[in-house]
């Protein structure tokens, strides 16, 4: 869309009066391969391309999305936004600045060909490793997002982005039980990033946590120590403390965290970080989806809550400013402030000694997803893969184990950390849509957290 | 567009169709007495779908203009896909478009949703009502040289965060309530039930960990089975993803549960008369008293399994656990002794539907001699599908509103493992 027309269209929007008026335009492109039963099963390429108009006046705001580029189904966009808007009609005669362009690498040296050989060659990998493989699941996924956003400020910006993301799922069986594992790397990156894995030690691993996992026992449910592995462990603080962080919940006073800034909110030894110019990391981008640059955010040091996450509809509620953190899924949502790539720092804790100082405790090696209530702090995330931890050392694998806390609990329960800090790639679903993240910690111990399982611990 | 595009595909010997999909929705967000937002959604979306030689690629666009980028992108499909996936384009005609008679009025809807916050007078614990409202109309053509397909619905959806304070302890529920109607006395009477449940939510505890008998909410087994529906799947059953693999035609839930899809009955809030393939949705009964009777496909695999299309290749819709008898009042008194669990989280990550395992954090009450005594919180649902719904004592007569695609009564169930915080004495 020319610069002319963003004008004319924020030159109608701020005829309402309204005192921030944004245009976001995306052009998308994902490609999909889903590799199963031995063969390329599917590849999808999908397509899509809309505009997304903002308008904020009074605390409140006002959104209309729409694919339809011509004249008459803008005009019906902007018209069904501003007849909803009671105020005094204001005229402005807004220039954009001149573009800054947000480049990022998209080449690659793969073809759709070399893309589907490899992942050919990765399952011809995992087959022959057990008889107990019952199905094997690759997939691999790349998307290209172009946005360029614009306001009434003059702000005028463009970034194309890439990001990239590969599954290997393993399926396992004997007789009547079954589980299966699964690995994953993302990166805002091109395919290239099919190179950067060393697939045999990967294969290996999964296939010894499979096994695990496929005769783990029930777990036992109760309130025990927990060490959680690094990586996607990290989705505790994602869950526990980040939305709460989030001026989403915080500038409406609906976080649990709303009123504590620069008190203690956690052990002194936790220190979480927000950092969405990780260079090439999954939830990186060098602009976020209100034009802004992003930003290293300082969440909580040495247990002191010093920040939250701001985006521009927030920052005058909040008195705060913005951290480049207003992100959303597509044209269609409007933005908010949201996480990128959140994560605990490292401390000098030896995971041997976490396992020794328990007795009876759960050993969380890998973390699935979670979910949680910002106004509350209650939250949960299930354990994808897990073993009991039974005088000091590690004991057998248990499955379903889901562990529930509160925010501020877990926060003050965090005793030890350790230094093999690792990020783990994951989709977040919030009000402006689903973005991609990082998680990321190192080995915790955390002294207690209530384990979901179906007897009692013993 | 779609002319010169079907043109186009026919020069490389593709057989082309092109489904057109109009959405336009208005979604307003009020917190306590304030709106604090309104959108309004307007966008048309492509599947297109072309067949050559016993191969099928699927394609997903906003735009038809650019045909010549299209057929690109489906030749480099056929190219490099391996699956020999016969397919065909629709046939027939239907037209089936149902209009809202009623013309809805935003600022009517904002100012009753505004006006809810009235409930503190009555509740002086409700310290937050965040609400939000969304009318939907969706219009669905697919059109080839033997077919010509229209439909249009379209529904309304209320959904609240209610919580409460007292002292130092807060409490939240999650509702979520689909109508076909502006059924706005529905959704408050939804905030009202909320509102006196979370009186007792105030005083929760949690429990020992042990096996109890419970009643789970429709809303929450709606919410759970729609996260199984896969498993009913030819694709899946055929590619070993499905915990169903050699159980067709056998038992595999109690004989108190039927599962049937009615997708364009007229009690159903949101109708489908044909599927993204063009495919005639079909009313069936998929699970006969616990007995796995009916796979759900698409014509892909229709074909692959020598079985008939059964117009799922977009989902599910109006799939339902067959009502019982019982009032839900009724089922607690037949429960006496248990929990009911009404609220959950995290069925996205405790939900492994390729084992059927199911560990979610949940929350509700506990019954004591028939009555509601104090609110449960900080506990674990530990089960699997299995157990979940073969352990049925009683099925309620109260369908859920908390989904278009999967609906369910409360389920009242014997001997589940819940876990807690509570030590043994």
Known sequence: ?458 | MHNKLINLAKKSNIDLEINESKTESVDIGVLNKQEKHYQVTKVKSYLIKAIKDNKCVKLEVESLKNPEKIISNIKTILDIQDNDNKNYLSKGNISKLNKDKDVTNYNKVSKDLRNLYELKDKYPNLANLELEYEYANNSITIKNASSNLKSSDYYHVFAAGVSVNYKEKSKVSYITYFAKNYDFNGFKEEIITSLEGLKYKLNSTSLKTDRYNIIIKNNIVADILAAFVSMFYTKNIMQNESILVDKFNKKVFSDKISIVEEPFSESAIYRKYFDTEGTKTTTKKIIDNGVFIKKLNNIEYAIKSNESETGNASGVFNMHIVSGNNTYDELIKELDNGIIIDEAMGLHSGIDVKSGNISIPVSGYLVENGVITKGVDMIVLSTNIFELLSNVISVGNDMSHSRIDVLSPSLLLSNIALAGGEQDE
């Open chain 1, 1 to 458: 869309m020319k610069r002319e027309r963003i004008e004319t269209i924020l030159n109608e929007l701020v005829t309402t009066g309204a005192d921030f008026a944004e245009v976001f335009l995306e052009s998308n492109s994902t490609k999909v391969f889903n590799y199963i039963d031995k063969k390329l099963d599917v590849l999808t390429i999908n397509e899509s391309n809309g505009l997304g108009l903002r308008i904020a006046l009074d605390n409140q705001e006002y959104y209309g999305a729409t694919n339809d580029f011509s004249s008459k189904g803008i005009k019906d966009v902007i018209s069904n936004l501003t007849k909803n808007i009671d105020s005094e009609v204001k005229y402005k005669n807004i220039k954009l600045n001149r573009l800054k362009k947000y480049i990022n690498d998209t080449n690659t040296h793969y073809t759709d060909a070399d893309i589907k050989a490899k992942l050919a060659s990765i399952d011809a990998k995992i087959w022959p490793k057990d008889k107990r493989i019952s199905q094997v699941n690759i997939r691999f996924a790349s998307t290209l997002q172009d946005v360029t956003i614009a306001n009434q400020t003059g702000l005028y910006k463009y970034e194309n982005r890439i990001r990239s993301r590969i599954f290997i799922i393993i399926n396992f069986k004997d007789d009547d039980k079954l589980a299966n594992i699964y690995y994953s790397k993302g990166l805002s990156s091109s395919a290239d990033i099919l190179d950067s894995i060393n697939y045999d030690e990967v294969i290996d691993e999964l296939v010894k946590e499979g096994l695990d996992k496929l005769y783990a026992k029930p777990c036992p449910g109760g309130v025990m120590p927990v060490v959680i592995g690094p990586g996607f462990g990290g989705v505790i603080f994602h869950e526990a403390c980040g939305h709460a962080m989030e001026a989403t919940s915080v500038a409406d006073g609906m976080s649990v965290l709303a009123h504590d800034l620069n008190k203690k909110v956690a052990s002194e030894i936790v220190n979480i970080v927000d950092d969405g110019t990780l260079d090439r990391e999954w939830g990186s981008t060098k602009i976020d989806d209100e034009g802004c640059e992003t930003k290293r955010n300082i969440l909580i040091k040495d247990g002191l809550l010093v920040g939250y996450l701001v985006d521009e509809i927030n920052t005058k509620k909040m008195n705060m400013s913005v951290t480049g953190s207003g992100r959303r899924e597509s044209y269609l949502f409007a933005p908010t402030s949201r996480m990128n790539n959140t994560y605990l720092l490292p401390g000098n804790d030896s995971f041997e000694d976490m396992i020794k100082s328990i007795k009876l405790g759960l050993y969380a090696k890998r973390l699935g997803g979670g979910q949680v209530s910002p106004e509350t702090g209650e939250f949960n995330f299930g354990c994808d893969l897990a073993y009991m931890i039974r005088d000091g050392k590690i004991a057998e694998c248990v499955k379903s184990a889901s562990l529930i806390g509160t925010t501020k609990e877990i926060l003050q329960n965090v005793e030890m950390i350790s230094n093999d800090l690792a990020l783990g790639p994951g989709m977040c679903g919030s009000t402006s849509g689903s973005v991609p993240v990082n998680v990321g910690e190192p080995t915790i111990k955390v002294s207690s957290i209530l384990v979901g399982g179906e007897q009692s611990a013993q």
